[in-house]
């Protein structure tokens, strides 16, 4: 790798990440500010005009609140599950297309990461399945039965829910005939994959809401009965990082999405205009948000069992019949596949 590529990868890594925790601020001012209107409130309006200093507020309150361990926690474990957690959230957009190639400087280069790289869906798929085990130490090193139960509970949500989510790519790869997030999107042109893969874009949203632990699926957390869930005992920045993971975690299966299902970076004019690209991609995000804030905002949370058995009973077998039917429908009409 030479000294210019290394260093515009550099640039678009921390560009990346900044971009990322920025868009977690905001994410929780936006979501708290659509629970106020769609529950008759006004949400937070005092720091700031119109509240948008009260993210920075919030940064700060959690900086300067004392940190506790519980004396028979396992230390070393307490301290690094929070970390196990957010980094998986920020590493995951490293394959996703944000746009074409653009000119910078007399340099072509490309508005993605890591690249257009072959395997970008497996890249994904293992990436996100690392999160869970920072939530089950977590949950265990806290010497806590409410947190552990939390974690435990985590485990077993991410496992079921994972197997529905995994096959639910797996109508896209067949369609696109590649598992490069590049190609996938590039044929979705000109007719997106939520249109020819319906049944695999609702699979996959309500696998991603159980995986991001977000009501009606939000179990580990149920206060009712587990207080707060794997982080009962954590508070200050270790909390902070649970929480980040949280949200960065929506922007991240809101972006895949809209990769996979409504055309990523696609729409008029980016073959003329390659830096409207990313403007596309950020507007079907920003309505995929809005989308899961509006489910938290009218959904109850479900029963643990009845969520268990949607996973395993409902969603899995069909996922495998979506799978089957792509399948025969790729070799009856091979003019669907790409």
């Given amino acids: 790798m030479d000294a210019a ?39 937070p309006n005092r720091a700031g005009p119109f509240g948008l200093l009260q993210p920075i507020a919030d940064g700060i309150k959690v900086i300067f609140k004392e940190e506790l361990i519980p004396a028979e926690a396992e230390k070393l474990i307490f301290i690094t599950a929070p970390i196990a957690t957010v980094i998986p959230a920020l590493i995951i957009l490293a394959v996703v297309p944000f746009g074409g190639t653009v000119t910078i400087f007399g340099r072509s280069v490309s508005l993605s990461i890591a690249g257009d790289i072959n395997v970008g869906i497996l890249y ?18 806290s010497n806590n039965k409410y947190a552990t139960m939390g974690g435990l509970r985590s485990s077993a949500q991410m496992i079921s829910y994972e197997l529905a989510l995994g096959l ?38 309500i696998a991603a809401l159980a995986e991001i632990n977000r009501s009606p699926f939000d179990m580990p957390e149920a206060e009712q009965e587990l207080t707060a869930g794997y982080h009962t005992e954590y508070s ?103």
């Fill in 5 to 43: 590529l290394l260093i515009e990868s550099v640039i678009k890594a921390i560009l990346m990440i900044a971009i990322l925790l920025f868009g977690f601020m905001y994410l929780t001012y936006m979501e708290r500010r659509l629970l106020g209107r769609f529950q008759t409130r006004i949400g």
């Fill in 124 to 141: 994904i798929s293992a990436i996100a399945s690392i999160s869970v085990y920072g939530i089950v130490l977590a949950g265990w090193s």
């Fill in 168 to 205: 639910s790519l797996v109508g896209p790869i067949l369609m696109a005939g590649s598992m490069s997030l590049d190609k996938i999107v590039q044929a979705q042109n000109p007719i997106p994959f939520f249109i020819l893969q319906p049944i695999a874009m609702v699979i996959y949203m």
């Fill in 236 to 338: 200050g920045i270790k909390y902070a990082l649970f929480m980040m993971t949280e949200y960065i975690k929506m922007i991240v299966v809101s972006v895949i999405a809209a990769t996979l299902f409504f055309g990523g970076y696609l729409g008029p004019g980016v073959e003329s205009y390659p830096w409207l690209g990313p403007v596309y991609l950020f507007i079907k995000t920003f309505l995929l948000l809005f989308g899961i804030i509006w489910i938290r905002a009218t959904s109850p949370r479900i029963r643990y069992d009845r969520l268990m058995s949607l996973g395993w009973k409902v969603m899995l077998p069909i996922a495998l019949l979506n799978v089957f039917l792509t399948g025969v429908l790729i070799i009856v009409f091979p003019g669907l596949a790409a």
